[in-house]
């Protein structure tokens, strides 16, 4: 079986033969994964109406389990995003009812952020939404095959996740 990849590979062979470019095999692919799984994350939240940045938001306070809540700080570790940018986002999801403000109690000056319960409600169908997308990707191969290709990326990016940026 034969894909883009292959035909763009052949090509660079031809052209630069002093060239190794079998990186391309690998990582052309997960470029163009990585672009087909953007396109069905946004064909999953769109009945929802719900941005990926919003997505990552509620499914972190989601995966804290009850109360659902955590501080801005620990927003910002998880989304992997400035504290300017999380204050926007925080202010945009209370504006559409999806988490709330609370104080902090163990911090007088600190707030929380907490799932409203419509919050939850889009979390989980938004979830429940992007593991079928993400499944149909993932249907030509066997559960070994998955868990073979899980284990070589988990390999590939561990040491990006285990560096201080």
């Not at 391309?24 to 941005?51: I, K």
């Not at 799932?115 to 989980?124: F, W």
């Not at 993932?138 to 095959?145: A, D, F, G, K, Y």
Request: charged content about 30%; overall charge neutral.
């Amino acid at each position: 079986m034969e894909d883009e990849v292959d035909r763009l590979v052949a090509a660079w062979r031809r052209e630069r033969p002093d060239l190794d470019v079998e990186p391309l095999e690998v990582l052309s692919r997960v470029s163009r994964l990585a672009r087909h799984l953007d396109r069905a994350r946004r064909l999953a939240f769109a009945e929802l109406h719900l941005e990926t940045w919003e997505f990552d938001v509620l499914t972190a306070l989601r995966r804290a389990g009850q109360p659902y809540q955590l501080s801005p700080g620990q927003l910002l570790t998880q989304t992997l995003v400035t504290s300017g940018t999380m204050t926007n986002r925080i202010d945009r999801l209370t504006k559409k009812n999806l988490v709330e403000r609370l104080p902090d109690p163990s911090d007088r000056r600190g707030v929380l952020v907490r799932l409203t319960p419509s919050g939850r409600e889009v979390a989980d169908a938004a979830l429940a939404g992007l593991l079928a997308q993400e499944r149909s990707l993932l249907s030509e191969l066997s559960r070994t095959q998955r868990q073979d290709l899980a284990d070589l990326l988990r390999q590939l990016t561990a040491p990006f996740d285990n560096t201080p940026n």
